[in-house]
């Protein structure tokens, strides 16, 4: 839908030209490369057929937005390394912002919580939703200052782990400082 583009600057380049507050950023000059060869660069970078930080996929949004996280960010990057699950099968893989709003989507997810340092990105959250044109209803993010609860387990990785060896009855256990 030409709301993406193949870029092929370096992370480096890429971060000088996102701008500052305050400032407007410099669009890249593959920012208007037709959607044919968009999807054919990515799928040859999906194939591996590129060295790590040669190309990435950037959505385009808005390269004069106050939110630099609006300008035209990176989607996936090469990156040719052996994941724990999934081995070599991959050599590109999603950014966090791209990931986070699509993996809530995914799982189900009605209200992501997050703490403060997320307020920033939750434009990027949203757009990429909206972008994405899913069936409704999307999740929402929510961002709040940290708590830190005495004696309770915070770690997500602990309360899985209690969920998966049946310690607890799940998600809704109400023991378990979560909600499904």
């Known amino acids: 839908r030409g709301r993406a583009y193949v870029c092929d600057h370096t992370p480096d380049e890429v971060d000088r030209m996102r701008g500052a507050p305050g400032e407007s950023g410099e669009p890249s000059r593959w ?17 591996g057929e590129y060295p790590d930080g ?10 004069d937005a106050p939110n630099v996280w609006l300008r035209d960010p990176i989607l996936y990057r090469i990156r040719h390394a052996s994941h724990h ?12 912002d791209f990931a986070h709003g699509l993996s809530d989507y995914i799982e189900g997810v009605t ?7 997320f307020v920033p990105h939750r434009p990027l ?5 909206e972008a994405l044109d899913l069936p409704r209803p999307l999740p929402r993010q929510f961002e709040f200052a940290r708590l830190n609860v005495t004696h309770t387990v915070m770690s997500k990785r602990k309360l899985l782990r209690l969920v998966r060896e049946g310690l607890v009855r799940g998600w809704d256990d109400p023991r378990m400082p979560t909600i499904s």
């Open 31 to 47: 920012r208007d490369r037709p959607v044919a060869e968009s999807l054919d660069l990515f799928a040859r970078m999906r194939a």
């Open 54 to 63: 040669t190309r990435t996929l950037r959505a385009r949004i808005d390269m």
């Open 85 to 96: 699950q999934t081995g070599d099968a991959w050599c590109i893989y999603p950014m966090y």
């Open 111 to 117: 209200h992501s919580i997050c703490t403060l340092e």
């Open 125 to 129: 959250y949203d757009w990429l939703l």
